[in-house]
């Protein structure tokens, strides 16, 4: 749970001190502005820029990990879109990190997305954007 949250404590902590050093320098304004891009930058690599995980209703599933920059990629490029994927933490669920390991042949490379009973490993966005339109309603 704790490795899940580590990069956007460290962006939070890191975003503090930043802050704190521009205050007692003088720089407010400047401060405050470092701090607001730390605190921006540390909700995105947490897990809560993506969508909450369900149960298995059906949809395609992709597994991601925090702190994955592919994942990120994927969830920011497909914008509203990934609210059609079910978005399984590996570093949550024991399980799905099994069976990305048994998809990549033993790695644990994300994201992998499970479509159609297809796998794909670190398939393009706009790719996944097409399936999603022909596959999701």
């Not at 304004?29 to 209703?57: N, T």
């Not at 914008?79 to 590996?90: S, T």
């Not at 570093?91 to 796998?119: N, Y």
Request: net charge positive.
């Amino acid at each position: 749970m704790v490795r899940r949250w580590r990069l956007a404590v460290f962006g939070v902590f890191t975003g503090g001190l930043v802050a704190a050093a521009g205050i007692g320098a003088g720089r407010t304004w400047s401060a405050v502005l470092l701090l607001i891009f730390f605190l921006g930058y540390a909700f995105v690599l947490s897990p809560l820029f993506y969508p909450r995980e369900s149960a298995d209703d059906g949809r395609p599933v992709i597994y991601w990990r925090p702190g994955c920059r592919y994942c990120l990629r994927m969830r920011a490029r497909l914008g509203p879109d990934a609210a059609k994927l079910r978005w399984v933490d590996i570093w949550k669920d024991p399980e799905a990190a099994g069976t990305v390991r048994r998809i990549t042949g033993g790695d644990e490379t994300v994201p992998t997305l499970v479509i159609a009973g297809q796998c794909h490993v670190n398939p393009e966005p706009s790719w996944v954007r097409k399936q999603l339109a022909a596959a999701v309603p």
